[in-house]
């Protein structure tokens, strides 16, 4: 039971048990939208294609629109044309279908594309080249046909002479199943296109009258999606299908239909609905987009379904195990605790307690049930009821029971965790403010029992030990404790305290925490980890310990399908049988908050997170994803002069690229992927000594000296998919005076000189020991001139300030240059925090200068506890004011930095608070270091205009 310490658990795709739909809860598909402030073209995308490298394409009301997973980029037609359709042809090519136009889009050798029209190719000419809106482009084996208003065109495959046939003017759209184009006719009915003739299919009549959204191939015929429900096509004719999903579908305008790789059918409509139904036809989802009809379906090459709207983009993980609960659902407040529990999830919020249960009819809606006015924490299902902690008390939920009992009340605080006993299942343990609240099962139901003080523990963590009644408990103010407790009665009959003595040192900044992994009690305080031997702590220095960032807030989970080490931004995964640990990214890196994890007796795992529910379905299969592809998208180089010349993205392993002496490289890396969040990083051997931080996809190198490098490249999803990495080998060439031939003749040239002095010496050697004595006196002054004149640099040069003991402002001018041009070279964040001690001078004039000296150093000494020396550089700026730096940091976590010391001043002994001004940013050629000082003075003044003991953030600097 960690009550305090955010919990984080995620499953793989490992087999658990089934259930049918109406037996959970379905959630909202993890997703990304894409409107206009992103493709910078006007809302309304009228169709989809993806290409064999993974880039997506939509047809827009301004062009085409390509995506690469990071950029997008619009391709326009002639005459400004909409892209009222596209394909992605047999040669990987892009087919376009505009107004009076078709054409394809190709390379244009500067890493775009251009339009190619081909209406000459199709030998159009005169009044055949008005051929109105292309609705629809089509790819075969044997071509690629062109729908217009009135006009069936195909271009074949081999180059060879287009064939061109009219349309009758009630044929409305075609399809393409089983090798072939299906049409329907208006008044005639479903049609097969054969050798230029249209031909009606067996009970084709059935779809005379009614439109035809889309067709699915599957193995006892086609599913036709129809604005009357769903029928089936075989070779006896056309029949309807019963069932809700067939009842779901009558009377919608569906409009998109697309099958999916696990058998499963998409239906999007005009009334901006998503239906998904399984293989057999069940409705799995019912998702509702907006006000915006549903236009075009696509699935690129990891999986994701892209829904083209009138209004947006959006690609969905779906199918997907992995699915959200949140306001979608109706769902108030943050969840601080979840269970499932007689057939619906119950939820514990910020909002009180609610409940969702399955339905069939579409997405369930959170029902708030009126048994507090504040907040609910807790939740418990334990022998059938369950146990409910809220602001006021306890509360229990019995079978059958419309409202809950009373366990327990309290004016002023309730129970804010529940924890089951693991060795007496009529046993569970509440934390109730600064009590153990003992709760006991009796004749079949729940009861309240003695309640034990915590004498003032402030709880991180609590496990029970190898009976029950023990518990461990560790505490965010001191050391961890060991209780031994009568559960009947509640008397406590030892407490043992673990600090330094029994080898577990305690950080008074964070205290201690408790987690239970593989049957032994683990501990941690600060950035150390610890394992208790059965006597006494000893340090941990094994996975899961050593993986993660913050130590002090690991927890593990054991479950049946792994071990699932977790903090609050980070998770680890170890599956059963196996000694290597892996990184997990259940939605992406953006998606965080981690607070708590349940898997629930409906088979599905939720996890409480800043967003709502995030929640693993095992019945829900992960689709087949395409490996990623790693490349180099250009390389540039430039001299000092400005000369640009483009150098080539790709190297043999026997020759590298050559590089010209004195020009430095702009290179940017390429992987095409949809899932949001990629990142790069880079280790160029022989001048990095360690890979770089992970950052985005550009890199700046430098003029480098004559030779050969390797620069190896890394890169990875934002949820943790990495292609096999790639190596750039470069050689830069030497200037015409460091080649071999050159160094030999100056080598000559030297030795020839050094000949020559040394016949001049020896001449001159009886008139130098006759001026010995003077150059002896000379050199002896000018010795005693030198030392002088180093011992003054020295002084100078004196890093140290001598009131408060840190660094003085010449430290800190030196160490500015020096991490300013290191992050330069390595793209990384530098920050600056100016610290301003409040009303310093009035203290002065009360107190008297030499109590002001003492207060002044006791406010350094607290600073230097708040900050890395080994990293970072913490120096008096002047007077009252410091400075401290911070390289590798972003300005968001440099700001939350400064809140950290600025309460820390606050909360001291010191009497006195500081103001902060931040400034960050990742250095560039334009930019002068001196500048980030000085945004972050502006940013300080800012600060003490707001009020003082206030944290300011320099406006211009950028956002992570």
Do not use: C, M, N
């Given at each position: 039971m960690r009550p305090l310490l955010p919990l984080l658990i995620v499953l793989t795709l490992l087999a658990c048990p089934a259930s049918s739909p109406a037996e959970t809860v379905p959630g909202t598909p993890l997703s990304n939208s894409y409107g206009s402030e992103q493709t910078r073209a006007k809302p309304g995308h009228l169709t989809l294609a993806t290409t064999p490298d993974g880039q997506l394409f939509a047809g827009n009301h301004d062009g085409v629109l390509r995506f690469n997973g990071i950029d997008w980029r619009l391709t326009a037609l002639p005459a400004r044309s909409a892209a009222h359709s596209i394909a992605t042809g047999n040669d990987g090519l892009v087919y376009v279908g505009g107004y009076d136009t078709f054409g394809r889009l190709a390379p244009d050798g500067e890493g775009g594309l251009a339009y190619e029209e081909l209406l000459d190719a199709a030998g159009l000419v005169g009044d055949q080249r008005h051929l109105g809106f292309v609705y629809q482009v089509m790819v075969a084996p044997g071509g690629v046909y062109f729908r217009s208003e009135n006009r069936l065109i195909l271009l074949p495959a081999d180059g060879g002479k287009a064939?061109?046939?009219?349309?009758?003017?009630?044929?409305?759209?075609?399809?393409?199943?089983?090798?072939?184009?299906?049409?329907?006719?208006?008044?005639?009915?479903?049609v097969r296109f054969e050798d230029g003739e249209f031909v009606l299919v067996p009970g084709g009549e059935a779809l005379a009258d009614v439109a035809l959204a889309g067709v699915v191939e599957r193995e006892d015929g086609l599913l036709l999606v129809s604005h009357d429900g769903l029928m089936l096509a075989d070779d006896n004719g056309i029949r309807k299908l019963d069932g809700a999903a067939s009842e779901m579908l009558s009377g919608m305008r569906s409009y998109a239909v697309r099958g999916l790789a696990d058998g499963s059918v998409v239906v999007g409509t005009l009334e901006g609905q998503l239906l998904r139904f399984d293989e057999q036809l069940r409705v799995r989802q019912k998702l509702d987009l907006g006000n915006y009809g549903v236009l075009a379906l696509d699935v690129d090459r990891e999986g994701g379904l892209w829904v083209a709207t009138e209004s947006e983009l959006r690609r969905l993980k779906l199918p997907s195990p992995w699915s959200h609960l949140g306001a979608s659902q109706g769902i108030a407040g943050n969840p601080n605790d979840f269970e499932w529990h007689d057939g619906a999830l119950w939820l514990a919020t910020s909002q009180g307690v609610q409940r969702l249960r399955p339905t069939e009819a579409g997405p369930p809606l959170a029902e708030r049930l009126p048994w507090t006015n504040y907040e609910a924490y807790a939740l418990l299902s334990a022998k059938g009821d369950l146990l409910v902690g809220v602001r006021e008390g306890l509360l229990v939920v019995e079978p059958g029971s419309q409202e809950p009992r009373r366990l327990y009340e309290h004016p002023h605080h309730g129970v804010f965790a529940l924890m089951p006993s693991r060795h007496d299942e009529s046993l569970a343990y509440g934390l109730a403010?600064?009590?153990?609240?003992?709760?006991?099962?009796?004749?079949?139901?729940?009861?309240?029992?003695?309640?034990?003080?915590?004498?003032?523990?402030?709880?991180?963590?609590?496990?029970?030990?190898?009976?029950?009644?023990?518990?461990?408990?560790?505490?965010?103010?001191?050391?961890?404790?060991?209780?031994?407790?009568?559960?009947?009665?509640?008397?406590?009959?030892?407490?043992?305290t673990y600090d330094d003595s029994q080898g577990l040192p305690v950080n008074p900044q964070f205290g201690t925490s408790v987690y239970r992994f593989d049957d032994a009690i683990?501990?941690?305080?600060?950035?150390?980890?610890?394992?208790?031997?059965?006597?006494?702590?000893?340090?941990?220095?094994?996975?899961?310990?050593?993986?993660?960032?913050?130590?002090?807030?690991?927890?593990?989970?054991?479950?049946?399908?792994?071990?699932?080490?977790?903090?609050?931004?980070?998770?680890?995964?170890?599956?059963?049988?196996?000694?290597?640990?892996?990184?997990?990214?259940?939605?992406?890196?953006?998606l965080a908050g981690y607070s708590y994890v349940r898997y629930g007796q409906d088979g599905v795992l939720r996890i409480a997170t800043w967003t709502g529910l995030l929640q693993f379905n095992p019945e829900e299969s992960m689709p087949d994803t395409a490996p990623l592809q790693l490349g180099m998208e250009s390389v540039l180089a430039r001299n000092e002069a400005g000369e640009t010349r483009v150098m080539p993205t790709r190297t043999d392993s026997t020759e590298p690229v050559r590089l010209p002496p004195g020009y430095s490289l702009t290179l940017r890396f390429a992987m095409v992927s949809m899932e949001s969040g990629a990142e790069f990083r880079y280790l160029l051997h022989g001048v990095t000594p360690e890979w770089s931080e992970w950052a985005d996809r550009d890199l700046f190198i430098r003029a480098l000296p004559a030779g050969d490098y390797a620069l190896e490249v890394q890169a990875r999803t934002g949820t943790g998919r990495q292609p096999a990495g790639m190596t750039y080998r470069f050689r830069v060439l030497p200037y015409w005076y460091e080649t071999w031939w050159v160094q030999a003749l100056l080598g000559l040239a030297l030795l020839g000189a050094g000949l020559a002095v040394a016949m001049w010496l020896v001449r001159l050697r009886t008139e130098r020991f006759m001026q010995a004595n003077r150059r002896l006196e000379a050199r002896i002054a000018e010795r005693t001139h030198e030392l002088e004149d180093a011992n003054r640099k020295l002084a100078e040069l004196a890093t140290e300030d001598a009131l408060t003991g840190v660094a003085n402002r010449r430290a800190l001018e030196n160490g500015l240059r020096r991490e300013w041009f290191r992050c330069l070279d390595q793209r990384r964040p530098l920050s600056v925090l100016m610290i301003d001690v409040d009303h310093f001078k009035a203290y002065n004039d009360a107190h008297g200068h030499l109590e002001g000296d003492v207060q002044l150093r006791g406010i350094a000494q607290r600073l230097a506890q708040q900050h890395d020396p080994q990293r970072e550089l913490l120096s008096r700026y002047g007077g009252e004011e410091f400075a401290l730096l911070l390289p590798g940091v972003h300005v968001q976590e440099a700001s939350r930095r400064a809140e950290v010391i600025r309460a820390a001043i606050a909360a001291s002994d010191a009497g006195m608070t500081v103001s902060i001004g931040v400034a960050g940013m990742v250095p560039d050629v334009q930019s002068e270091p001196d500048g980030l000082l000085r945004r972050a003075d502006a940013a300080l003044y800012e600060a003490k205009r707001a009020g003082r003991n206030k944290v300011a953030t320099d406006a211009g600097s950028p956002a992570g």
């Open positions: 064939s061109s046939w009219p349309l009758p003017e009630a044929t409305r759209s075609f399809f393409q199943a089983k090798g072939g184009l299906l049409a329907r006719i208006q008044g005639q009915g479903l403010g600064p009590d153990l609240l003992l709760l006991h099962r009796r004749q079949g139901k729940w009861q309240a029992g003695p309640l034990v003080s915590l004498d003032g523990i402030s709880v991180y963590g609590v496990e029970e030990g190898e009976r029950a009644g023990e518990l461990w408990f560790g505490d965010t103010r001191g050391p961890l404790q060991r209780w031994s407790i009568d559960p009947q009665s509640g008397e406590v009959s030892s407490r043992q683990h501990a941690a305080s600060g950035d150390a980890s610890f394992r208790f031997d059965g006597q006494r702590f000893v340090a941990d220095k094994a996975p899961p310990a050593t993986l993660v960032d913050r130590p002090h807030e690991l927890s593990v989970e054991q479950t049946p399908l792994g071990d699932y080490a977790y903090t609050t931004r980070e998770l680890w995964h170890r599956p059963p049988g196996q000694d290597e640990w892996r990184p997990l990214y259940p939605g992406g890196r953006g």
